[in-house]
């Protein structure tokens, strides 16, 4: 890396509120970053936080908008007296997932053609595009395409085996069977389709870019065992399944060797002062690029504490279900993101704060979660104030004592209304929604991750859309990385800690800008392969070159024991489920 002292990296993130650039230095220093936030710096556009919201369910964002806020990031960059722009080796970036922009015949042709002397918008808004808005993951006016991609296959769980997920309002398949069906105009005139990240990677390099694979994933198009479109899927949209290839841009860039989609375009080098050879690469979806932000590797799971509860992991194996999605790796081959969302996660929790403190204090929450004293061994509950997605129920509330059956192989629930007192359920709550996850992330490890010295029963349990024995949730994470608002808890992050039993440690981390950096490490890995600076992997790369003496705490190991106890607790919550 020594050959490229004082290279700067660009990562984007252009996100539902605003756009987000950050410069890092080679030794993934952050050395600036700038943000332009829609509703405000644009308010011209009256968006509300970035969208346009109808009645009829439909959530858009203006193109125009985007490019706007495009020529604001550069100029504010171009006046920084801290960094000089003609040292940025390469950009990358994530964009938020499942939008979809539409390109005129004149767009790609026009790419090339831009002059420093007019703005993106000037040049691009009027012409480049069929459609002037762009589908928002918040859409969710989809509903019956999406009930013909999954009969499409045979069911939801079916469309998921092909492309990793179940058909979603948001997802881009079902929005481009939409326009086709109510704007067939529209999509007659629409010559290619980019995703919102491939998008902005073809205005950066002035050139239309193909869809990257990983970002692909996210379309209920991809076949992705086959890695390829699936025609089933296609037609669904288009009996000519081979022009609407030609319109999605042809094969998706694979991560397999990291190879830039172009060159920077000279109308950002002649008005901003961008180094001429500066090389773009794949831009990605915003879920993907977190996982590019932190130094996750193979069996490794991000724990994101938020308002709902969110999991990330690596992982070789390709085990779909309707419940949670699975992504092609962005930058580690023959490797697959699984994610797995919650609807409940922080408000949940505080429902139960606030009935043991009218004051909103944590303390004795925490002191009932942490407690040794309080014996929960035989108590199993679910706590959904909103509808669950994982398992998928209304919203519900489950409280049950439970022990062996009769005939001592399975479980026997007594469903009550309450338990002894409400620090129960603050002690259950925590251990409901880590053991859920635990139960989830465990088809998703490798079987290297099993820990044979476990003894657990061959009673079959059943989770969303599998049957398992026991000894299939013997598996244990490498490492366990905590992040958003509840990850300062340290007693919800320890009892998190204990039921999932990472091998290899629990860390915690903060991650405010975590897309936009994502890509920056993505562009300076990326940058220093093709230039055979490194013949590392991008996990190895991390690792290796992470700042972990500033940017992440280890929360210490898991004990043996701690997660030996959990195991018994398995089986009630499948019972507990089925009664959901």
């Known amino acids: 890396m020594t050959d490229h002292l004082g290279a700067l990296y660009l990562g984007f993130d252009l996100s539902t509120q605003q756009l987000k650039c950050l410069v890092i230095d080679q030794n993934l220093r952050l050395v600036h970053s700038e943000t332009v936030v829609f509703e405000k710096d644009l308010a011209q556009?009256?968006?509300?936080?970035?969208?346009?919201?109808?009645?009829?369910?439909?959530a858009e964002c203006p193109v125009a908008m985007w490019l706007e806020a495009i020529d604001i990031v550069f100029e504010k960059m171009s006046q920084q007296t801290n960094i000089d722009l003609s040292m940025v080796k390469g950009m990358s970036g994530?964009?938020?997932?499942?939008?979809?922009?539409?390109?005129?015949?004149?767009?790609?042709?026009?790419?090339?053609?831009?002059?420093?002397?007019?703005?993106?918008?000037?040049?691009?808004?009027?012409?480049?595009?069929?459609?002037?808005?762009?589908?928002?993951?918040?859409?969710?006016?989809?509903?019956?395409?999406?009930?013909?991609f999954e009969e499409a296959c045979g069911g939801a769980a079916e469309l998921a085996h092909v492309s990793g997920s179940r058909a979603h309002h948001r997802f881009t398949g079902p929005q481009i069977l939409k326009i086709a069906k109510k704007e067939p105009e529209t999509y007659a005139n629409t010559h290619k389709i980019s995703l919102v990240s491939s998008f902005l990677a073809s205005v950066l390099a002035g050139q239309f870019t193909t869809l990257e694979e990983a970002d692909a994933c996210g379309m209920n198009l991809y076949d992705i065992e086959k890695r390829a479109y699936d025609d089933t899927l296609l037609k669904l949209i288009d009996e000519d399944t081979q022009r609407l290839k030609e319109k999605l841009g042809g094969t998706p860039i694979p991560s397999e060797k990291p190879a830039p989609v172009g060159i920077i375009s000279s109308y950002f080098v002649k008005k901003y002062g961008l180094n001429p050879e500066c090389q773009i690469y794949p831009f990605t979806g915003d879920n993907l690029a977190t996982i590019c932000s932190l130094p996750l590797q193979p069996n490794d799971v991000l724990v994101s504490l938020g308002t709902s509860t969110t999991i990330l992991l690596v992982t070789d194996q390709y085990h779909p279900s309707p419940n949670y999605h699975l992504?092609?790796?962005?930058?580690?081959?023959?490797?697959?993101?699984?994610?797995?969302?919650?609807?409940?996660?922080?408000?949940?929790?505080?429902?139960?704060r606030d009935e043991l403190s009218e004051t909103h204090d944590w303390e004795p929450f925490n002191t009932a979660v942490t407690s040794q004293s309080l014996n929960n061994d035989n108590e199993i509950a679910c706590y959904f104030p909103l509808g669950e997605i994982?398992?998928?129920?209304?919203?519900?509330?489950?409280?049950?004592?439970f022990g062996k059956s009769s005939d001592?192989?399975?479980?026997?629930?007594?469903?009550?209304?309450?338990?002894?007192?409400?620090?129960?359920?603050?002690?259950?709550?925590v251990e409901s929604q880590a053991l859920s996850c635990r139960v989830r992330i465990s088809p998703l490890l490798s079987e290297d991750c099993a820990d044979t010295n476990c003894r657990m029963g061959s009673s079959l349990v059943h989770f969303d859309c599998d049957n398992f024995p026991l000894t299939?949730?013997?598996?244990?994470?490498?490492?366990?990385?905590?992040?958003?608002?509840?990850?300062?808890n340290d007693a919800i992050v320890t009892r998190f800690a204990q039921v999932l039993g990472a091998t290899e440690g629990n860390f915690r981390l903060e991650t405010p800008n975590s897309c936009a950096l994502g890509g920056c490490y993505r562009a300076l890995w990326s940058h220093l392969s093709y230039e055979k600076l490194t013949s590392l992997t991008f996990d190895?790369?991390?690792?290796?070159?992470?700042?972990?003496d500033t940017d992440v705490n280890s929360v210490g190991s898991t004990k043996e024991n701690d997660?030996?106890?959990?195991?018994?607790?398995?089986?009630?919550?499948?019972?507990l489920e089925k009664t959901l």
Not at 45 to 58: I, L
């Open 45 to 58: 556009y009256k968006t509300e936080k970035g969208v346009y919201f109808h009645e009829d369910g439909t």
């Open 563 to 575: 997660w030996l106890y959990y195991n018994g607790k398995i089986h009630a919550l499948s019972e």
């Open 472 to 488: 299939e949730y013997t598996k244990r994470p490498r490492r366990a990385f905590f992040v958003g608002g509840a990850s300062k």
């Open 408 to 429: 001592g192989k399975g479980v026997e629930l007594n469903l009550v209304e309450s338990f002894e007192n409400v620090a129960h359920d603050a002690k259950n709550i």
């Open 327 to 352: 992504f092609l790796h962005p930058t580690i081959p023959k490797h697959y993101m699984g994610m797995i969302c919650y609807c409940n996660g922080a408000l949940a929790r505080e429902k139960i």
């Open 540 to 548: 190895q790369f991390l690792n290796k070159n992470f700042r972990w």
């Open 94 to 148: 994530s964009c938020q997932q499942h939008g979809s922009v539409y390109w005129s015949k004149e767009g790609p042709e026009l790419l090339p053609q831009l002059t420093e002397d007019a703005s993106l918008k000037d040049q691009l808004a009027a012409r480049a595009f069929s459609r002037n808005v762009c589908p928002n993951w918040q859409d969710h006016s989809t509903g019956s395409e999406c009930q013909q």
């Open 390 to 401: 994982v398992p998928n129920v209304p919203s519900s509330y489950r409280r049950a004592i």
